[in-house]
C-alpha cells in the first residue's frame, strides 16, 4: 500500500507499525519510527542526521552481572596490572565498566566501557596502579554500563575484594 502525505509545514513525524515504508523528504526534516519492518528514508543534501533511539525498546532486558574474574598481576617495580580475565553479562548486549575504589587511595582506578560482540565474555587489560600508596590495598569493585540510550551503576559488586599487590608479593586472581 503506497500512501502521498502532503506536509503544511517543514518537519514529518512517520510511524510504520507493520509494513515496509518509503519516506522521501523535500524540505529539512523527518522522523520515522519503526516497529518491525524495514524503512528506507531519503533526504537530499546537503546533511543527513540518524540518532539511534532504542528502536528495539520493546525486547530490552537490563543487563544483569552474571559471573567475573580479575587478576591483579603483580609487575614488581613497574606496577600492578589489574585484568578482566572474564565478565559476563546476561540480558539485552551491553558495553560494561569496572571501577576500584578505596577510600584510602589518590583516585579511583576504572577501565572504559568494554564493547564485545553480542553477550561474549568481556576480556582484557583493565588498569595498571603505579602509585606505590594505592598497592597493599583492597578495593570495592563497582560495575556500570550501558546499551542503547539506556544505562546504570555505578553498582557494588563485591566490597574489599581486589587486593593489589605490593612490588614482589606475587599474583592475586579474584572470582565472583
Not at 18 to 39: G, K, M, N, R, T
Not at 57 to 67: A, E, H, Q, R, S
Amino acid at each position: 500500500m503506497a500512501v502521498d502525505v502532503m506536509l503544511p509545514s517543514q518537519t514529518a513525524t512517520v510511524l510504520v507499525a507493520d509494513q515496509a515504508v518509503s519516506v522521501a523528504v523535500p524540505v529539512s526534516a523527518a522522523s520515522v519510527l519503526a516497529a518491525s519492518p524495514s524503512v528506507a528514508v531519503e533526504v537530499p543534501p546537503p546533511a543527513v542526521s540518524v540518532v539511534c533511539d532504542q528502536l528495539d525498546i520493546g525486547g530490552f532486558v537490563t543487563p544483569t552481572l552474571v559471573d567475573w574474574s580479575v587478576l591483579a598481576a603483580d609487575l614488581e617495580t613497574d606496577g600492578a596490572r589489574i585484568s578482566v580475565v572474564e565478565l559476563t553479562t546476561d540480558g539485552s548486549p551491553c558495553r560494561v565498566k569496572l571501577t576500584l575504589m578505596h577510600d584510602s587511595a589518590s583516585k579511583d582506578y576504572a577501565t572504559k566501557f568494554s564493547s564485545p560482540e553480542q553477550l561474549a565474555p568481556h576480556v582484557g587489560p583493565f588498569t595498571t596502579i603505579l602509585a606505590t600508596p594505592d598497592r597493599g590495598l583492597t578495593y570495592d569493585l563497582y560495575w556500570s554500563w550501558t546499551s542503547g540510550n539506556e544505562s546504570g551503576g555505578p553498582e557494588l559488586v563485591a566490597a574489599a575484594a581486589i587486593y593489589v599487590p605490593l612490588a614482589g608479593e606475587g599474583d592475586y586472581l579474584v572470582e565472583a
